[in-house]
């Protein structure tokens, strides 16, 4: 049995729209009907425990999965009949690091910014950029393998943002950082929703990581089972808190 | 939208940062040249009495054992290299590197044919580094031939590189490509006129003979030969081109998510 639940707020161009999205591996099926949106400028999250099928939904958002029925389109543009366009839009930050742990972070950079095309000129003063925004400045010609868990997320993080996308998505990107690392990382991302009007999709088991005001989609065993701004789901449930809601709403394993 | 610049700016950031991972990894290029230099000074050199050598195109006159290996050798380092570059792939795919590149708003066909190219790029580093000592041992093919035999070499790297990539796709884990590893590329090297000429192996089995007469990296040798000495053998060069051609068709399906690698992971 699946639910669709289609978020109430939406804007003219959503950054990201994914509808009735189904797949399965195999026979088991993983996603059913799963239906995003994700409003320009504004930080969704999609919440659902370790094996709630987030990742599955990630590698299909980003082109390396193919969805069997539905349909994604990111800016306007379908994944599957204008790919190139889409995922020109999209910035990506990975569960796991994707970093090259033998290079430097400068160099991790270029690489990623001749991967979109921009010119060499330009991509460095993007780098010396982003570095800057990212609290990375002196850290460039650093190799990644010598960085922190924290400095490496900032790394992906800045480059996920080199091409200037106008929708980031972001698979579980605090997995193994410190309370205060996680803090800075999850400020800094609100920001660029906030003053650069990218549309965020933030992936997490963290219910702390969601607060007031944000779009929250529940995601339990590949089903979406709750959307909306956070507060209107805890005043229409009855809850105090988001973990009392997740709780409330997903299937108790027996 | 994938412009010529476009085009090339990928490429070259593909390449350089091959380039630099090779760099860094010194070990990986002393290896890779450890093992066709042993083959030269030890086994060329302790099988030079016993496997004679008569005349054969592209060769004029009497040649040593080195000599004749040594084109032999040089496709081996492409074969190792382009596997090599392929158990990266394998490698990278599973700690998610290689999805940096998957993600990229380009053809997918061509994202490949870009880290093919980066992969055959180094390999060739490694091979006129190989004729360069090889020309202290005395091997000296005519000087033309060392210019010659590029293009020779580029395609025969393109060939076992998306053999090595077709492979990639087909494979889930890296432990897997081991076996695979031992399945293709002793049987690739061994059943091969890169040791020994094919005469001198229709001598002892005419069934060996044929297999070698259908594994292309046979044709990968013998382009390479013929290249060095300044000749072009046209059977080999049609079969390492349509070889070429096939290998990376498949791969580039094997790499689509709606058809390859990724519909039968998630089917498995």
């Given at each position: 049995?699946?639910?669709?639940?289609?978020?109430?707020?939406?804007?003219?161009?959503?950054?990201?729209?994914?509808?009735?999205?189904?797949?399965?591996?195999?026979?088991?099926?993983?996603?059913?009907?799963?239906?995003?949106?994700?409003?320009?400028?504004?930080?969704?999250?999609?919440?659902?425990?370790?094996?709630?099928?987030?990742?599955?939904?990630?590698?299909?958002?980003?082109?390396?999965?193919?969805?069997?029925?539905?349909?994604?389109?990111?800016?306007?543009?379908?994944?599957?009949?204008?790919?190139?366009?889409?995922?020109?839009?999209?910035?990506?930050?990975?569960?796991?690091?994707?970093?090259?742990?033998?290079?430097?972070?400068?160099?991790?950079?270029?690489?990623?910014?001749?991967?979109?095309?921009?010119?060499?000129?330009?991509?460095?003063?993007?780098?010396?950029?982003?570095?800057?925004?990212?609290?990375?400045?002196?850290?460039?010609?650093?190799?990644?393998?010598?960085?922190?868990?924290?400095?490496?997320?900032?790394?992906?993080?800045?480059?996920?943002?080199?091409?200037?996308p106008s929708l980031l998505l972001l698979d579980e990107?605090?997995?193994?950082?410190?309370?205060?690392?996680?803090?800075?990382?999850?400020?800094?991302?609100?920001?660029?929703?906030?003053?650069?009007?990218?549309?965020?999709?933030?992936?997490?088991?963290?219910?702390?990581?969601?607060?007031?005001?944000?779009?929250?989609?529940?995601?339990?065993?590949?089903?979406?089972?709750?959307?909306?701004?956070?507060?209107?789901?805890?005043?229409?449930?009855?809850?105090?808190?988001?973990?009392?809601?997740?709780?409330?709403?997903?299937?108790?394993?027996? | 939208?994938?412009?010529?610049?476009?085009?090339?700016?990928?490429?070259?950031?593909?390449?350089?940062?091959?380039?630099?991972?090779?760099?860094?990894?010194?070990?990986?290029?002393?290896?890779?040249?450890?093992?066709?230099?042993?083959?030269?000074?030890?086994?060329?050199?302790?099988?030079?009495?016993?496997?004679?050598?008569?005349?054969?195109?592209?060769?004029?006159?009497?040649?040593?054992?080195?000599?004749?290996?040594?084109?032999?050798?040089?496709?081996?380092?492409?074969?190792?290299?382009?596997?090599?570059?392929?158990?990266?792939?394998?490698?990278?795919?599973?700690?998610?590197?290689?999805?940096?590149?998957?993600?990229?708003?380009?053809?997918?066909?061509?994202l490949l044919l870009c880290k093919l190219l980066s992969?055959?790029?180094?390999?060739?580093?490694?091979?006129?580094?190989?004729?360069?000592?090889?020309?202290?041992?005395?091997?000296?093919?005519?000087?033309?031939?060392?210019?010659?035999?590029?293009?020779?070499?580029?395609?025969?790297?393109?060939?076992?590189?998306?053999?090595?990539?077709?492979?990639?796709?087909?494979?889930?884990?890296?432990?897997?490509?081991?076996?695979?590893?031992?399945?293709?590329?002793?049987?690739?090297?061994?059943?091969?006129?890169?040791?020994?000429?094919?005469?001198?192996i229709r001598d002892s089995s005419v069934p060996l003979?044929?297999?070698?007469?259908?594994?292309?990296?046979?044709?990968?040798?013998?382009?390479?030969?013929?290249?060095?000495?300044?000749?072009?053998?046209?059977?080999?060069?049609?079969?390492?081109?349509?070889?070429?051609?096939?290998?990376?068709?498949?791969?580039?399906?094997?790499?689509?998510?709606?058809?390859?690698?990724?519909?039968?992971?998630?089917?498995?």
């Amino acid at each position: 049995m699946s639910h669709e639940v289609i978020a109430e707020a939406t804007v003219e161009l959503p950054a990201l729209s994914v509808s009735a999205l189904e797949f399965s591996y195999g026979r088991h099926p993983v996603l059913k009907k799963v239906s995003v949106q994700v409003p320009g400028g504004r930080f969704v999250a999609l919440i659902g425990a370790n094996g709630a099928g987030k990742t599955t939904f990630f590698s299909i958002v980003t082109g390396l999965y193919a969805a069997h029925q539905g349909s994604i389109s990111v800016m306007g543009h379908d994944l599957r009949s204008n790919t190139l366009q889409a995922l020109a839009s999209m910035g990506v930050v990975f569960q796991r690091s994707t970093l090259d742990m033998d290079l430097t972070i400068n160099q991790n950079l270029h690489y990623s910014a001749a991967l979109h095309g921009i010119e060499r000129r330009e991509a460095k003063r993007r780098i010396a950029e982003g570095l800057q925004q990212h609290g990375l400045s002196d850290l460039g010609a650093r190799k990644v393998a010598s960085l922190s868990g924290g400095q490496r997320r900032r790394v992906e993080l800045a480059r996920a943002l080199l091409h200037k996308p106008s929708l980031l998505l972001l698979d579980e990107p605090t997995v193994g950082l410190d309370l205060q690392s996680r803090a800075n990382f999850i400020a800094h991302v609100r920001s660029l929703c906030s003053e650069q009007g990218t549309g965020v999709l933030w992936a997490t088991h963290l219910m702390d990581e969601v607060e007031s005001g944000d779009m929250v989609f529940i995601m339990d065993h590949g089903d979406i089972i709750a959307a909306g701004e956070l507060d209107a789901l805890l005043q229409n449930h009855g809850v105090d808190d988001i973990t009392e809601l997740f709780n409330s709403l997903i299937t108790k394993p027996e | 939208m994938m412009t010529p610049k476009y085009a090339y700016r990928c490429l070259r950031g593909v390449i350089v940062r091959e380039g630099l991972r090779f760099v860094n990894q010194r070990v990986r290029f002393l290896s890779a040249l450890v093992r066709p230099l042993v083959w030269l000074f030890i086994f060329a050199a302790g099988f030079r009495s016993v496997l004679g050598v008569s005349i054969i195109p592209p060769y004029e006159t009497y040649i040593l054992y080195e000599e004749y290996i040594t084109p032999g050798l040089l496709a081996m380092i492409l074969l190792f290299n382009g596997m090599q570059s392929s158990l990266s792939m394998v490698y990278d795919r599973e700690m998610g590197s290689m999805r940096v590149l998957l993600i990229s708003p380009l053809p997918r066909w061509y994202l490949l044919l870009c880290k093919l190219l980066s992969g055959v790029f180094v390999a060739m580093l490694q091979v006129y580094v190989f004729l360069l000592i090889a020309w202290f041992w005395e091997i000296y093919p005519p000087v033309a031939g060392y210019i010659l035999v590029f293009p020779a070499l580029v395609l025969a790297g393109l060939m076992v590189g998306a053999l090595g990539l077709l492979l990639s796709s087909l494979i889930k884990q890296l432990e897997n490509f081991a076996g695979v590893m031992n399945f293709v590329i002793f049987p690739m090297f061994f059943a091969s006129s890169a040791l020994y000429p094919l005469w001198k192996i229709r001598d002892s089995s005419v069934p060996l003979y044929w297999i070698c007469q259908f594994n292309p990296f046979t044709h990968a040798v013998e382009l390479i030969r013929f290249a060095l000495y300044g000749q072009v053998q046209w059977v080999s060069l049609l079969i390492v081109s349509t070889c070429t051609l096939v290998f990376l068709g498949v791969a580039v399906i094997g790499y689509d998510p709606l058809r390859g690698y990724m519909s039968r992971k998630n089917a498995g």
